[in-house]
């Protein structure tokens, strides 16, 4: 069983709709959760973190955490074309260490 | 300039050959990645480090090898590269508190013909 799970995609959304990304964890001990953004054949880039329950606003990024139900999600309001990218869930390693365990990552589509 | 530089960016080299691929942060971290990306099977842990004198092994280890010169510097080593060693390398640093995100390099695009 993945420890951090995601849908590949794509997830196909308009330009200026709000695009809907998800992620869920197996351990319920984690304390917090990353996302990254990823360009094709670029590096991962943190966009987001957040380590409470609850929404976490970073400009057009939202994070939302439910630790009850495991799961953690990234809301893009305004999508743009320049939003496309492979965007990764990060959570910590149960093994400690500082260690993250990436999910696959969600392939978004902005089309104009 | 970048705060995790990796070098080269990009390298092709044959079957065989012993390849060395760096890593330098400026950001003073203690701890230090390497991971490798294929298409469709996301970043996979392949060495870790927290200091100079500590080296972990991560999920896939087989056929690498690392060395920590120093706290800025994390090199990772194919000591005899084959073809399934093609991948994106990806360097990471993290600082030693709990629950902090880890930052990366550019990454280095490695093809073994």
């Known amino acids: 069983q993945k420890e951090v799970e995601q849908n590949s995609g794509p997830l196909s959304v308009p330009e200026g709709a709000i695009a809907s990304l998800n992620c869920t964890y197996s351990?319920?001990?984690?304390?917090?959760f990353f996302w990254y953004r990823q360009y094709s054949g670029k590096s991962p880039e943190l966009i987001m973190f957040?380590?409470?329950?609850g929404d976490k606003e970073d400009g057009r990024f939202t994070a939302q955490l439910n630790k009850a139900s495991q799961y953690v999600s990234l809301l893009i309001r305004d999508s743009q074309p320049s939003d496309s990218a492979t965007y990764l869930c990060?959570?910590?390693?149960?093994?400690?260490?500082?260690?993250?365990?990436f999910g696959a990552g969600t392939r978004l589509a902005v089309h104009p | 300039d970048a705060d995790v530089t990796q070098t080269p960016r990009n390298r092709i080299t044959k079957t065989g050959k012993r390849i060395m691929l760096e890593c330098s942060q400026t950001k003073g971290h203690d701890r230090m990645y390497w991971y490798r990306q294929d298409p469709g099977l996301g970043l996979r842990l392949i060495y870790y480090s927290f200091d100079v004198k500590d080296i972990n092994k991560g999920e896939i280890s087989d056929g690498y090898s690392v060395s920590r010169q120093a706290q800025a510097k994390f090199s990772l080593s194919l000591e005899s590269a084959i073809p399934n060693q093609t991948a994106l390398y990806f360097c990471?640093?993290?600082?030693?508190?709990?629950?902090?995100?880890?930052?990366f390099g550019d990454g280095t695009r490695l093809s073994i013909l």
């Open positions: 990060a959570a910590p390693d149960p093994g400690g260490y500082n260690k993250l365990i």
């Open positions: 351990d319920r001990g984690s304390q917090s």
């Open positions: 957040i380590y409470s329950n």
């Open positions: 990471a640093t993290s600082d030693g508190a709990l629950n902090q995100p880890q930052h």
